[in-house]
């Protein structure tokens, strides 16, 4: 009996050594996941959380046993194999306006990444400290020191530039170009979108508040439009904040909206 114990305790050792050896962990990409919850809800260990300060979903490295159900599950390839890699990300806007600005350089020193038209960006970065600098030819140039970040970590650091000439007296003009209501909204009551905009090929979109593309309609002239909270392939969304945005120009304007 007692040499059938000591078996079984070997047997037990020995796999829980192995396990621990050839165990993968992984992480979330938080510049790419928009929070679907698809990894959170296939994972048996409960590694997965929400991070709020972050915005974005995390793995606990301590309760990740490397299964790999979340990979499989994530429809954006956020998750990857915790190697060490780490991400400083984040949203650079206008001081004057709280806009969002696209095109901005965004360097730590070693790897540069440019905003997009949401004026996110994303640096992939290891271990260490550092500094951000933004540069863009119409704003001053920004830079944030000591940014200490660890292994498969993350950091948000949003920006705000302030513009080499002031251009708050076209905010109020740009603001008037978009009225939407009632807000709050629902797919039985949808949301009605009034533009009142002079100027041709005006972009109107909807956004998380990651500023993920969900929906978007290029606006000719004058228009009124009704939204009841659909993607472009016409799938319904989920109940939540999303941003209507209007850019006209050079400028772009948000609005915070609620799907009920």
Not at 93 to 114: H, K, L, P
């Amino acid at each position: 009996m007692k040499r059938i114990v000591k078996v079984i305790i070997l047997i037990v050792v020995f796999t829980a050594i192995l396990h621990g050896i050839s165990r993968i962990n992984f992480q979330i990409n938080p510049a790419a996941c928009d929070m679907c919850g698809r990894c959170m809800n296939s994972c048996p260990t409960g590694a997965i959380q929400p991070d709020v300060e972050l915005m974005c979903l995390r793995i606990d490295q301590n309760l990740c046993d490397g299964c790999g159900d979340c990979l499989h599950n994530c429809p954006r390839s956020a998750i990857y194999e915790a190697d060490g890699r780490s991400y400083i990300f984040g949203r650079v806007c206008n001081s004057e306006t709280n806009f969002a600005i696209n095109g901005v350089t965004v360097s730590n020193g070693i790897d540069s990444a440019t905003t997009d038209f949401y004026g996110d960006y994303s640096l992939e970065v290891t271990q260490g400290s550092y500094s951000i600098t933004t540069t863009h030819p119409d704003f001053n140039s920004y830079t944030i020191e000591n940014i200490t970040i660890g292994s498969n970590d993350a950091e948000r650091v949003n920006i705000v530039m302030n513009p080499l000439t002031s251009n708050s007296g076209n905010v109020s003009e740009l603001t008037s170009l978009l009225e939407c209501y009632p807000n709050p909204f629902s797919n039985n009551e949808p949301l009605n979108i009034s533009i009142k905009n002079d100027n041709k090929n005006a972009l109107l979109t909807v956004t998380n508040v990651k500023g993920q593309l969900l929906y978007k309609r290029k606006i000719i002239d004058s228009d009124k439009l009704v939204w009841n909270g659909v993607d472009s392939k016409g799938h319904k969304l989920p109940s939540g904040i999303y941003l209507l945005n209007l850019k006209s120009g050079n400028e772009t304007i948000s609005k915070r909206i609620t799907l009920r």
